[in-house]
């Protein structure tokens, strides 16, 4: 399948997924994330407010009180993303400062591939972050396929978390 059409595919999966599986499901891999050493041990950790069709991420911000955390922000005329701080969205942080990256994405596989929306604005970021700073694909289980187009400048996973 090409790009296009594995986000068709899963973009149907996540679709016929009702509000409340989507519901159970967020609450249920926000447990499994936070279990993760990665999370643990991040003293900072960059977030990401859902959209619509994204898992929900609003039960992992109580889950990090203690941590820096950070989430994106876009600007689309310079087709760039960067980090601010939740609580002073003027506040640009490094992204070489951040422990732990949670990432959506349209579609992952199990080894930790990601597919995106197709601006890659995810991929140009983490190209910043330091060695050693954790990546986790965040989502839901109907958005795991078995195998993906890659492209080089495509960033993968260390982890894949989904529910």
């Keep these: 399948m090409t790009k ?13 997924f009702g509000a409340e ?11 499994l994330l ?3 050493p990665a999370w643990r041990d991040a003293r900072s950790v960059m977030l990401f407010e859902s959209m619509s069709d994204e898992i929900d991420t609003a039960p992992l911000f109580p889950l990090a009180w203690g941590k820096h955390v950070v989430v994106p922000r876009w600007s689309l ?17 490094d992204p070489g400062s951040i422990d732990l990256f949670v990432i959506p994405g349209v579609a992952f596989t199990r080894s930790g591939q990601r597919l995106g929306r197709g601006a890659g604005f995810y991929d140009e970021f983490l190209l910043r972050a330091r060695r050693g700073a954790t990546f986790v694909g965040y989502g839901f289980a109907c958005q795991i396929v078995d195998s993906m187009p890659v ?3 495509d960033i993968s996973m260390h982890e894949v978390i989904v529910a």
């Design 151 to 153: 492209e080089p400048h």
């Design 34 to 36: 936070t279990q993760l």
């Design 77 to 93: 005329r310079d087709r760039v993303m960067e980090a601010v701080d939740v609580h002073k969205r003027d506040v640009a942080v």
């Design 4 to 16: 296009s059409e594995v986000r068709s595919v899963v973009r149907d999966r996540i679709e016929a």
């Design 21 to 31: 599986a989507r519901a159970i499901a967020s609450r249920e891999a926000a447990k």
